[in-house]
Structure formats: C-alpha cells, structure tokens
C-alpha cells in the first residue's frame, strides 16, 4: 500500500539513546514507504554539517541506508536545528526543503512548515527567529570553533527553557489568524506542521491542519494514503 510519513520533533540527543533506537526502529518497519518528511527539531541542537560527534554520523547513515532501500527522504530545518545544512542531507540521502513547502500529497496540493513562524503572538521568539535564520548571523556563528558553537547551543537552550517558562501557553501557539493566511496565500487547504507539541487535526475557515507531536513518551506521526491523512501516536 502507498503510504508517505511526516515526522517532526524527535529532538535527538546522546542523553535520550531509546529515540534514536525507536527511530532506527521505525525505518526498519516502514521501508516500503513511497517518502518520509522530517520536519524539523530532528537534533535537540545542531551547530552544523561539520560536527564530528558521533550522533550525527549515526543518524546520517540510519537514513542513508534507508533512502537506499527505495523511499524518498525530506529534511526541513526546525528552530532547534536550523543550521541544518546541505551536506548532512547529502549524506543522508535526503533532500533539504525550504519552510514552508508545497507538495504533490497524491494529487493534493499540502503545505509543510515547521510550525514556529506561525506562533507570531511570541514577539521574542520571532525576533530571535529572524536573527538566527539571517546567513550573516549563521555564517559568523559557523565560523567558530566547534567547541564554541557547543557552548553557544547549550546557552541557547538553557536561555529558551528560561523564557519558555514564564510565557502563557497561548503565546507559544500558532497565531489562528496566521495559520488561514498561510493556507490562502499559498492556495492549499491542508497544513502539516510540528514544533507546538500539541498533536491534532485542526478544522480551519479554509481547510485543515494537522499538528504532530514530539517524540517523548510517543511517538507521533502523520501517515497519508491515496485514500486519507491519520495522526498516530506510537509508542516510544
């Protein structure tokens, strides 16, 4: 049966090795899927193509040999790795998509994104987003020594629980008013997104949206079908 899987928000570390082991897991179990879409907040962080920690170098060929065995693969950067980079996709033989996308989802014209542009009630946060997506900023910040780079994202991480904890929950929510935007300006009436850790399928005024949830104590995930879209919660 022809089936394409969405993913999003594994969040990847060395401190949680049971992910990536369900991780490896689902491609074993999946390989004859027509593509998988990752959509960002893969890695917990990534501070770029060049990191020689052996993370990276395993997950590269869990989804080599994956890509290998016949499904197509698609990475789009999160707010957690964001310096995702061409030659990690290349390794992984996958293909580096822009947020958002519009693909062909068997005949249905569906919109990707990552899900953190649409949260435009946190002003903070989008500010920190239009800074860390600049190619200024990312070149100078790739330009430093790994060891810096590791203790930059570790200060980063640290600074966005802080922040994190004291913004209602609302405001780290997709702004309603931005998410029908997204669907009429790019003429589609379907949605996929992550980063928001709130799986649902979402009526809108001019379509639907479906929200993955992170990979914790599950594991969510959006399967579509020439016949439908399901979000299933597997677990991790």
Excluded at 26 to 45: K, N, S, T, V
Excluded at 79 to 84: K, P
Excluded at 212 to 233: F, Q, R, Y
Aim: net charge negative; charged share 25%.
């Amino acid at each position: 049966m022809s089936a394409t899987w969405f993913i999003s928000d594994l969040h990847l570390d060395p401190n949680r090795p049971a992910i990536t082991q369900a991780f490896g897991d689902f491609l074993d179990e999946r390989r004859d899927a027509d593509a998988l879409y990752i959509l960002g907040d893969f890695f917990e962080a990534w501070i770029g193509d060049d990191d020689d920690a052996p993370l990276g170098t395993e997950v590269a060929g869990l989804l080599a040999d994956y890509s290998a065995s016949g499904p197509k693969v698609f990475l789009m950067q999160g707010n957690r790795d964001f310096l995702l980079g061409e030659d990690f996709a290349r390794r992984s033989g996958a293909t580096l998509l822009p947020d958002p996308t519009v693909i062909d989802l068997y005949g249905r014209p569906v919109l990707l994104m990552h899900g953190d542009s649409l949260c435009t009630g946190d002003a903070e946060y989008q500010q920190f987003r239009r800074m860390a997506r600049s190619p200024e900023w990312q070149a100078e910040v790739l330009g430093k020594p790994l060891a810096e780079r590791r203790a930059l994202a570790a200060q980063l991480r640290s600074m966005s629980s802080e922040a994190n904890s004291n913004k209602a929950e609302d405001i780290m929510d997709v702004t309603p008013e931005e998410v029908e935007k997204a669907l009429e300006q790019h003429g589609v009436d379907c949605l996929i997104h992550g980063h928001t850790h709130r799986p649902k399928r979402h009526v809108q005024q001019h379509g639907e949206r479906w929200v993955m949830g992170d990979w914790h104590s599950h594991a969510w995930v959006v399967e579509a079908t020439p016949e439908k879209i399901a979000l299933l919660n597997l677990y991790v």
